[in-house]
Every structure is written in C-alpha cells, then in structure tokens.
C-alpha cells in the first residue's frame, strides 16, 4: 500500500502535483506548536521526496532540471508558512483598520518569500538526486542549508525551523546542546524522510536501504538516550536555584489596541505597579519579597527618561535592594532630528537607571520599514508611518546588579536566533531575560511558538531564561529547557520564583557551529562520490 501511495504521488502532473505539495507543506505545521504533532512529517516529507521524484524528468539538462523540483519545493514551502504562520495576520487588526485590507496579501506575501527558500533547498537536493535511498540525504542536506540561510539572510527569519519539531519533549530537544537547533533540523528531516526509502522496489538498493533506515533509527536512539541520560543527571542534583535571586515576573495582559492610548496610560501604570506590589502569599508579601521585578517590552508606552512623575512612582514601589527590569521606548536627539529606541532599563531603589539596552536585531515591517523611501515613491508609503521607526541599538550589554547574577536582555524577537543571543566576545551572563509583547497576536499559536524558540536558546546555551510577557506566556526556564513555571496565554498576573543556576557552556556554545558545518561537507561529499559511482553505471 505504502509502495502504491508513493506511485501513485510520482505520476501527479501540473496543478495536482503542485496542491499535494501545498498540502502536504500545510499539514508540515502541525509539527509546530501548540499541536506538536510531529509524527505528521513521517508523511509528508516522504511525500515531499515522492513529488520530487515525479518532477525529476528524465532528458532535462543543465539548470532546467532543476525547475521542476524547485515548483515543488515552493508549493510545500509556500503551504507550509502559511499554516505556520498565519497569526502574523492578527498585527493587522491591532494596528487599525486601514491595514486590515493589506492583512492577506502580508500573509499570502510572507509565505510566498519564505518558500523561496525551500525552493533552493529541493533544487540543491535535485543536484544530487537519484533513485537511491541516498536521494534523502540530498533532500535532509537541501532543506537544512536553506534552513541555515532563512535564518541568516536579510536579518533573517529563523521561525519554526524543521529542528523544533524534532525537540517538541524535553527530552528529545537536549541534543540541541550539542547540535543547535540547525543541527536538529538535518538530523530530523533525514529521519522524517526514512519512510520512503520502504518505498524502493524490491531487489533495488537493497544494502543502501537498509543502511538508510539503520542510520535513522540510530539517530532516533541517540537523541532520546542522549536526553534521558542528561535529564537524569539533572534530576540527581535537584533544581538547582540561586537561593538569594528572588524575581517577580509582571504579565498586565493589556489589550493592544489599549496600551499605547493616552487616555490609558495612567490606567498601565497603576495595573503594572499594583501587580508588583500584590501580596500572593506568605512568601510573597509584595516587591519587598524580590530582588528583582521584570516588566514586559515597551511595558511603558511612553518616554521614560522624559516623565519623572513615573521613576518617582518606581523609586515608592521598590523597596532597598530591589531593581526593576522594564521596558519603554527611549528618545535621543540627534544633530539632524531624533532618533527612537525599543529599550529595556534596569532601575534602581531610587528611581536611577543604572542601565540600558537597546534592542539590536529589529523586526522588519514592524519596527522599521524596509524601503521606506521606494513605498513613498510608489505612492503606498502613508500607509506605513505609523509602524516601527526604531533604530537598532549598538550591541549587547551584560548588566550588574546588587543580589543577583549577571544577566542579559533579549527583547522579543531577537530570542528566536541561535547562536547570537549572547555575546560570544565578552564575558558570559548568569541568566538571560526575555521581555516581549506578543498581545499584537491574541490566542494565537504564535506565542506558543515564541516559546518553543526560546525553550531552545536555553539548551543551546544552558542558561536560564526568565521570561516576561505582556499577554503571554511569562515563564522561569532553566538550562535544560525545562519550564519551571509558567503563567498561561491571555490572563494577567505574577509569577514568582528563583532564578535558575546557570549550567556549563554546552557543546553548541563551544563549537556547535563547526559541528554543523562538518556533518554538511561530510554528507555533500558522500553524495558526490554516490553520484559518480552511480553514473558510473549507467
């Protein structure tokens, strides 16, 4: 039956060829959060091999060959960011009216870029290909690289890549501490593609299939025995907690098309300090309870540096010895006009700031706007001037603070890149804090995945996240990825808790990238000298 289905793919011809792609990449996002449902990509990526073996045509020569696999491997991009990623389209009705028109064409947009990217990751695999159960190693190796550049080229747009499926448990993601979370994609998309080796005809390669589905279960086995071992050393220690590293995690749930409402903005600050002061227990008899009170992103939603009424009411709420983390925009004249931040301050007991970061890695289309000066000459540009206009901060800062262990900030989005969420030139922090506002996005699935992502940047690094959002999800995660605690989606609330003890710098902070590009040039040479010895054949 199963031989049958696949037959039955490779002779799909034109449009069906291109929908069962479609589909096949739209069912692809069940894989992510909040499903995790990612046995699913047992089969579809095998029909995704199935559907490149239909369009490699046989007498097409030099780049031609190419096209076909190239279509398809658009279609089931272009479907599967679009299921993927739909909630973006939300922003658009928090903004105002006059974008929701612009909201499909956004989406429809999006996902129609991003599939570029899996275009030029099937037609690298069409390279390489062959009849030969070694075709899914071209497939594991394309899509990985194309991975690799969504996540670096034009800012990059490291979102729901192939490897979170494959670390949807605890303990499956701890091999990202080796491998990051791009060498959990190649490893994942070779095995998610081993079924259809099962497909070859008998007789055919059979040593080749066997070694193909040998290595995916001795991947599969090493990833779980690899988590358990790790997990079960975590758990003969304890949870282990800086016991004098107190922190109150501030979520307000402030409604979006609310918060940056002048008539509000008194309503904000007295919910946010309420919140912080809020006696929840005999352990938590307000802010005099913590060493440290965290604020979502632009929890403010003015200047701060420009009310004083405001530090003056932060100085009354914290207690001696206690800081606050918040975020607000900032404001800095310049000799030719001004210039607007998204900051995150570190104030003191005494209303100072005693730090400051501005955030480096900015969202495109939502804090800045690509292009600006060519949307205005098309004459569409007036529909954007109220959407970013934020510069991009210098660098990252590790911050000192009385009581509590270095730390780093990550403001929002920029918790989704590995590898660059802590400075690998300057000393390495205690524990990071994520502060974020994903209210633009409602009960949606994208702040589920905005934690997945940052789940990960904790094992790659193995260091603590405290993390604070304004709708949602705040949560206390440890080293090992784990969620300590958590508030859920759309309430408002504290969550309390000890920070976390940082864990030695893993593998991947060492030398997780040399890892990755080692397995790449080792399976492109392998498929090369496959190829070869294949033609050599016929």
Not at 21 to 43: D, R
Not at 104 to 111: E, H, M, Q, S
Not at 450 to 479: C, K, Q, W
Request: hydrophobic share 50%; with cysteine; aromatic share 10%.
């Amino acid at each position: 039956m199963f031989r049958s289905s696949a037959h039955r793919l490779v002779l799909l011809w034109g449009w069906r060829r291109y929908g069962a792609a479609a589909i096949a990449g739209a069912l692809s996002a069940l894989a992510m959060a909040p499903v995790h449902l990612a046995p699913i990509l047992f089969l579809t990526l095998p029909a995704l091999v199935f559907l490149i073996d239909g369009s490699a045509t046989v007498g097409r020569h030099g780049l031609s060959r190419l096209r076909p696999a190239a279509a398809v491997g658009w279609w089931f991009g272009f479907g599967y960011f679009l299921a993927g990623l739909h909630w973006i389209g939300a922003a658009f009705f928090a903004e105002g009216p006059e974008l929701v028109p612009l909201m499909p064409f956004a989406v429809a947009g999006l996902a129609a870029g991003l599939a570029l990217f899996t275009a030029a990751g099937t037609a690298f695999a069409r390279l390489f290909w062959s009849e030969s159960p070694l075709r899914l190693l071209a497939l594991a190796v394309g899509l990985s690289l194309s991975e690799w550049l969504r996540g670096h080229l034009f800012t990059g747009f490291p979102w729901n890549l192939y490897g979170e499926a494959v670390g949807f448990t605890d303990v499956t993601a701890q091999a990202a501490s080796v491998v990051g979370v791009y060498g959990l994609t190649v490893f994942g998309l070779y095995v998610f593609a081993a079924p259809a080796a099962l497909a070859t005809e008998p007789g055919r390669f059979r040593l080749t299939t066997r070694l193909t589905l040998a290595l995916a279960l001795v991947l599969v086995v090493a990833d779980i025995g690899y988590g358990l071992v790790r997990l079960r050393a975590a758990a003969a220690v304890g949870t282990s907690v800086v016991d004098d590293a107190r922190i109150r995690i501030v979520q307000p749930n402030i409604n979006q098309g609310q918060k940056w409402s002048n008539d509000f903005r008194q309503a904000t600050i007295t919910k946010l300090i309420e919140l912080s002061d809020a006696k929840t227990g005999p352990d938590a008899m307000g802010a005099m309870s913590f060493n440290q009170i965290i604020w979502p992103e632009t929890a403010l939603p003015f200047f701060l540096t420009e009310e004083p009424s405001a530090l003056e009411a932060i100085a009354e709420l914290l207690p001696p010895g206690t800081s606050l983390v918040a975020g607000a925009p900032r404001l800095e004249p310049t000799d030719t006009g001004r210039r607007f931040y998204n900051s995150v301050f570190v104030i003191d007991d005494a209303g100072g700031i005693v730090a400051a970061y501005d955030k480096i890695h900015l969202v495109p289309f939502g804090e800045y706007m690509p292009m600006q000066g060519l949307l205005d000459r098309l004459g569409v540009g007036q529909l954007f001037k109220g959407i970013g206009g934020f510069s991009a901060g210098p660098r990252r800062e590790i911050v000192h603070v009385p009581h509590l262990p270095s730390f780093s900030i990550l403001v929002c989005y920029e918790a989704i890149f590995p590898g660059e969420v802590v400075d690998e030139a300057g000393e390495r922090p205690g524990y990071l804090i994520n502060v974020t506002n994903d209210g633009w996005f409602g009960r949606t699935s994208g702040p589920y995945q905005h934690l997945d992502e940052v789940r990960l940047r904790a094992i790659e690094e193995g260091l603590p996240i405290v993390r604070a959002a304004n709708t949602g999800i705040s949560a206390i995660i440890d080293g090992y990825g784990r969620v300590v605690s958590q508030l859920p989606l759309g309430i408002d609330g504290v969550l309390d808790g000890k920070v976390p003890k940082e864990r030695p710098p893993s593998l991947f902070s060492r030398i997780g990238r040399i890892v990755f590009w080692a397995v790449h040039v080792f399976a492109i040479i392998l498929l090369v000298a496959a190829r070869r010895k294949l033609s050599s054949r016929s």
